[in-house]
């Protein structure tokens, strides 16, 4: 009887650190690199589905702020250029890793 104790026990423990692992990864600390790749990553996949719609070919120059939302939805505040002139963007952003899922939800001047 112990032994299905035991596993249940070690499956649990090994599913928290798996589970906190992956927040960890995205969520570290203000100057971590691995979110700083991830932010800009959204911030270049936001301005190229932007550039697909729209007159107007801007060109990604970097993440100044993210504010993330419930469901795994990113608010970013992102700075790019419109013709050498630099503007201040607000793109909110959903994206699901798990399912390698992005869409670009909304994106207007700031």
């Known amino acids: ?3 299905p104790l035991s596993l249940l026990v070690t499956i649990t ?3 928290v650190i798996l589970v906190s692992g992956v927040s960890g990864t995205y969520g570290g600390g ?3 690199v691995e979110k700083t790749y991830y932010l800009k990553e959204l911030g270049e996949y936001a301005v190229a589905c932007h550039n697909l719609v729209s007159k107007h070919q ?3 120059q970097k993440v100044i702020q993210c504010d993330d939302l419930p469901g795994l939805t990113h608010k970013l505040t992102i ?4 013709g050498g002139v ?3 963007y607000e793109a909110v952003v959903c994206y699901k890793p798990m ?3 992005k869409k ?3 994106f207007k001047l700031a």
């Open 79 to 82: 700075q790019a250029a419109d």
């Open 58 to 60: 801007l060109t990604f």
């Open 13 to 15: 423990f090994f599913g």
């Open 86 to 88: 630099s503007h201040t």
């Open 30 to 32: 203000a100057g971590s």
């Open 1 to 3: 009887m112990a032994q």
């Open 104 to 106: 670009l939800i909304s």
């Open 99 to 101: 399912i390698q899922y």
